[in-house]
Each structure stands twice: as C-alpha cells, then as structure tokens.
C-alpha cells in the first residue's frame, strides 16, 4: 500500500442513547473520542418493530393503490 493515503484508522467510543457504550474502529474523528448516537437499534422503530404508518393524503401511494387494485387479488 502507498503511504499517507489512506486516513487515520483508530478506536472511538460509541454511546447509545440507554446509557451502553462499546468500542469499535473507525475513520470518523479522533483516536478516543466519545461518539453519542442520536438514533441507534436500541430506540429505532426499524429494530424495535415500533407502530410504523404511512401518512398519504390522497397523494402518491393513494394514485398508486387505485391504478393497481385490480392486480391485488381479495383475501
């Protein structure tokens, strides 16, 4: 490998919004820095199964759904 191109590749702390913290390598910031995740498995709804709902207001999945509801066969 050719040097000086490539960036620095260093341990950092990562802190999850419940408190836990871990340690893992990264290009991001500085050897020992302390990163705090605003959205982490512990919290988002794509880990946790939280209640997700489409919001359409007669928009383009509503266009969608009519164009195509004679494909859907009925249960």
């Not at 620095?8 to 950092?12: E, M, N």
């Not at 050897?31 to 919290?43: E, R, Y």
């Not at 946790?48 to 759904?65: E, I, Q, V, Y």
């Given at each position: 490998m050719k040097k000086g191109i490539h960036p620095?590749?260093?341990?950092?702390e990562v802190q999850l919004n419940d408190g836990s913290t871990y340690k893992t390598r990264t290009t991001h910031g500085t050897?020992?820095?302390?990163?705090?995740?605003?959205?982490?498995?512990?919290?988002h709804?794509?880990?946790?199964?939280?209640?997700?709902?489409?919001?359409?207001?007669?928009?383009?999945?509503?266009?969608?759904?009519?164009?195509f509801a004679s494909f859907v066969k009925a249960p």
């Open positions: 620095d590749y260093h341990f950092v050897a020992g820095q302390k990163i705090t995740l605003d959205i982490d498995p512990s919290t709804p794509a880990w946790t199964g939280g209640d997700a709902k489409l919001m359409d207001r007669g928009g383009r999945l509503t266009r969608f759904n009519k164009k």
